[in-house]
């Protein structure tokens, strides 16, 4: 029963290179998201996809792309890493829209991200 | 902008004791979600509050949501340790369907 899937789960980085973060789910949840959390923050949205082929910004995505071929796979890909990108960045999926009724998210265990 | 802030943001407690963590918000929302973080671990949903004067409770945990004064409460009741772990806070925020998040309450039970 595994859920949601990350990898890698820690990963240093280098200024200006670039990697993709994975994320897989296997219960068929049209729903996934990527946040990032820094120190002492909450969570903030870079991208959402609401479906295969479907995606949109959230709160924070600049520096970061993401794609959605199929409805388990959403990586994340960071071009030309930065500092500021350094972060632990989460992985969600759900049946539903975040915030519909009695909708929950469903979490990966977390990259943490050093850009040096 | 809404913005949403828990504190305390660090607690060291003793076992048997009770506290609460508070979730203060700054605009309008009827939905507030509270959920549990295990270090290393992924985050877990706890409660999904969805009205004025909501409560829910499991085990030694009970959250309630006023939305009136935008706050909700997460209390937990004769702490033990197997509630040490970081709580966050979200909330719903209709305008653009996004949940923002609390900084997260790390708590720690001390035998």
């Known amino acids: 029963n595994a859920g949601v899937t990350q990898t890698p789960k820690f990963r240093i980085l280098k200024i200006g290179q670039s990697m993709t973060l994975q994320c897989a789910q296997d219960?068929?949840?049209?729903?996934m998201y990527w946040y990032r959390q820094d120190p002492g923050m909450g969570l903030k949205l870079i991208y959402y996809?609401?479906?295969?082929?479907?995606?949109d910004k959230g709160e924070v995505p600049n520096g970061y792309n993401v794609s959605r071929s199929t409805t388990e796979d959403f990586p994340l890909r960071l071009e030309l890493a930065a500092p500021s990108q350094t972060s632990v960045y989460f992985c969600?999926?759900?049946?539903?829209?975040?915030?519909?009724?009695?909708?929950?998210?469903?979490f990966g265990s977390g990259t943490q991200l050093s850009v040096l | 902008e809404l913005k949403v802030e828990q504190n305390p943001l660090f607690l060291s407690m003793q076992e048997g004791k009770n506290y609460t963590i508070y979730c203060n918000y700054s605009?309008?929302?009827?939905?507030l979600y509270w959920y549990r973080q295990d270090p290393g671990k992924s985050l877990e949903s706890l409660f999904v509050?969805?009205?004025n004067g909501a409560v829910k409770q499991e085990g030694r945990l009970m959250a309630s949501l006023d939305t009136k004064a935008r706050l909700s409460t997460l209390h937990i009741t004769a702490a033990v340790h197997d509630l040490s772990a970081t709580y966050f806070c979200?909330?719903?925020?209709?305008?653009?369907?996004?949940?923002?998040w609390g900084a997260g309450t790390k708590l720690i039970i001390k035998p």
């Open positions: 969600a999926s759900s049946y539903l829209l975040s915030g519909a009724i009695n909708e929950k998210l469903f």
């Open positions: 219960m068929n949840h049209n729903y």
């Open positions: 996809s609401v479906g295969a082929g479907i995606t």
């Open positions: 605009t309008t929302s009827d939905r």
């Open positions: 509050l969805l009205s």
């Open positions: 979200a909330v719903y925020m209709d305008s653009n369907y996004q949940l923002i």
